[in-house]
C-alpha cells in the first residue's frame, strides 16, 4: 500500500514541478518565484521515491535460509551448541 502512495506522491511532485517551471500556468501561482514551487516538487519526488522503494525493500540480498540456535540443558543453564539453517 505505502508504495502506491510513494508513486501517488512522485507524480503529484512532477505536476508541481511542472507548474513551478511554467509549462502549466495558474493566476494564483503568479506571486510565487517559480523556483520554490519547482524546488517543492523535486522535494516530492524524492519523498516519493524514497517511500515505494522503503516498502519493496530496495536492494536486499536474498537470503536463502536463516540460522536457528540449537540449545543443549534447561532452563538458565542452556548453552548454544550450533546453529541449523532453516
Known amino acids: 500500500m ?12 512532477l505536476v508541481v514541478m511542472t507548474l513551478g517551471f511554467n509549462i502549466i500556468e495558474l493566476e494564483f501561482l503568479k506571486g510565487i518565484a517559480g523556483n520554490y514551487i ?3 516538487g523535486i522535494v516530492l519526488i524524492i519523498v516519493g521515491v524514497v517511500l515505494s522503494l522503503k516498502e519493496s525493500g530496495g536492494r536486499k540480498m536474498k537470503r536463502d535460509k ?5 540449545y543443549e540443558g534447561v532452563g538458565k543453564k542452556r548453552k548454544i551448541v550450533g546453529y541449523r539453517k532453516d
Open 38 to 40: 519547482a524546488g517543492a
Open 2 to 13: 505505502k508504495k502506491v502512495v510513494g508513486y501517488g506522491i512522485a507524480v503529484v511532485g
Open 66 to 70: 536463516e540460522e536457528i540456535p540449537i
